[in-house]
């Protein structure tokens, strides 16, 4: 009897530290697509296409790192939308989360990004949208096709697609 208990006690004590573990979570977003991803909602006229909520399940990865974009890619592509507003993050331990991490003991660090927004047209134009000025330095018909001009500022250059191909913007901030 005494064995059993210093088992069942030893179970309890692993999944305490595995509940533990799984309420400690920093993440790092960044939103690297081809169409803009705002986190608020514009002061410009803007049309909603569509809302979204997309989730994703990340395993093993220790950076807590997410690229929005990545989990908005389907939405992005099938709808000609000017961008994405209203963004917000959710980070969610489902079950199969806890159970991977339980049976693991953490070591598969197991969540679940839940990203949520509003796909939009904007009959303005990006520049509306961003607040900014945007100069649009050209139309390219793929996104390999793209060669920035002289006269591109680093860091300063915003790539859009559209129903053409890509457009693409310098903006000064």
Do not use: H
Not at 61 to 72: C, F, H, K
Not at 144 to 167: E, F, R, W
């Amino acid at each position: 009897m005494k064995n059993v208990l210093s088992k069942f006690f030893l179970i309890i004590l692993l999944a305490g530290t595995s509940m533990l573990w799984e309420a400690c979570t920093v993440a790092k977003l960044s939103g690297k697509g081809t169409v803009p991803i705002i986190m608020n909602q514009p002061q410009a006229k803007v049309t909603e296409v569509q809302k979204i909520e997309k989730s994703k399940q990340i395993l093993f990865d220790y950076t807590g790192a997410l690229d929005v974009s990545e989990v908005l890619n389907d939405a992005m592509v099938d709808k000609n939308i000017d961008a994405i507003i209203n963004i917000t993050v959710t980070i969610k331990n489902t079950p199969a989360d806890f159970l991977l991490n339980l049976v693991t003991l953490g070591f598969a660090n197991a969540k679940t990004f839940v990203v949520s927004g509003d796909a939009i047209r904007a009959p303005e134009g990006l520049s509306k949208i961003m607040g900014k000025d945007l100069e649009k330095v050209g139309d390219y018909k793929s996104i390999k096709d793209i060669k920035l001009p002289q006269g591109t500022i680093d860091g300063k250059t915003l790539v859009v697609k559209n129903k053409n191909g890509y457009s693409v913007y310098n903006y000064d901030y």
